[in-house]
Nanobody, 126 residues
């Protein structure tokens, strides 16, 4: 079956960096667009970034532009989220998701995605 396993979360001071990874198995990874979402306590899950099958196009939420970078390695079935200049408001559970559909128009919509990971906690202290 399809599995998406996130790692790399943790506790970091404001201004610090973390690199999240999401390892995929049970699917032909290169055929899937990938997204990162996050969910803070009491809030809805929101799109952070997304990347197309080949990695040729990336998309970002306005609140992470210039700070976060999404990338993928199709030889390792892994998608990454490099997070720099972290802020306390970035605190959330971060999820990766995979979709066989085109993400160009609907990458922000959780309904676009077929598979989800369990999430990894990111906490940013002052």
């Amino acid at each position: 079956q399809v599995q998406l396993v996130e790692s790399g979360g943790g506790l970091v001071q404001a201004g610090g960096s973390l690199r999240l990874s999401c390892a995929a198995s049970g699917l032909t990874f290169a055929n899937y667009g990938m997204g990162w979402f996050r969910q803070a306590p009491g809030k809805e899950r929101e799109s952070v970034a997304a990347i197309t099958w080949t990695g040729g196009n990336t998309y970002y939420a306005d609140f992470v532009k210039g700070r976060f970078t999404i990338s993928r390695d199709n030889t390792k079935n892994t998608v990454f989220l490099q997070m720099n200049s972290l802020k306390p408001e970035d605190r959330a559970i971060y999820y990766c998701a995979a979709t066989s559909k085109s993400i160009r128009m609907y990458y922000r919509d959780i309904r676009t995605y077929d598979y989800w990971g369990q999430g990894t906690q990111v906490t940013v202290s002052l």
